[in-house]
């Protein structure tokens, strides 16, 4: 190539004039805000949780005790969150336990008159757990019970039961 041939291709050398390089970082920063702002807008939309759903199965025993164990429940529970309620049916002066699965008299003590045998030693509440009640003890031997399991934080019932008549 000859001289003034090399010298026209020197003063041409800018690529992109700085008014189309400011555009395209300005395209290029809308286009990135945007994109997070898609994708935080699903993160910070908070979705409600279903509350727990739970089943227990009741057996009497002839030892004057009935057994409420937890025969199926979609979630492990904290035994902090959950109380529990014995009551007798009928006349709201009846009487009546209440009390948390977490009480220091009730998770996993044997031989109180209400206790929470937490089977896999977990801290949790889950299936195959079970609620032991000396029915005789207390009194609930006779009359109509009801033993109820409440989630405290959302103010759900997880389960409602009334226990069955003692086995003769």
């Known amino acids: 190539m000859s001289a003034p041939a090399m010298a026209k291709l020197d003063k041409n050398d800018e690529a992109v004039s700085p008014v189309i390089a400011t555009v395209l970082l300005l ?9 997070v702002f898609v994708l935080m807008q699903g993160a910070l939309s908070t979705a409600e949780k ?17 057994v409420v164990r937890i025969t199926s429940l979609d979630q492990t529970l904290d035994p902090g969150r959950i109380s529990f309620s014995l009551q007798e049916q ?25 206790s ?7 801290y949790s509440i889950s299936a195959g757990d079970y609620f032991v009640i000396h029915s005789e003890e207390i ?21 409602r039961v009334d226990l069955p008549p003692m086995s003769s």
């Open 27 to 35: 395209a290029i920063t809308v286009m990135l805000s945007g994109m």
């Open 50 to 66: 279903a509350p727990p759903q739970m089943t227990v199965s009741v057996r009497s025993l002839d030892n004057g005790y009935h």
């Open 90 to 114: 009928g006349d709201s002066s009846n009487a009546s336990f209440t009390g948390y699965v977490n009480d220091a008299e009730v998770y996993s003590v044997i031989g109180s008159n209400i």
């Open 116 to 122: 929470f045998h937490d089977r896999d030693a977990s």
């Open 139 to 159: 009194g609930s031997d006779e009359g109509v019970w009801t033993f109820v399991l409440l989630e405290e934080s959302i103010q759900y019932v997880l389960v």
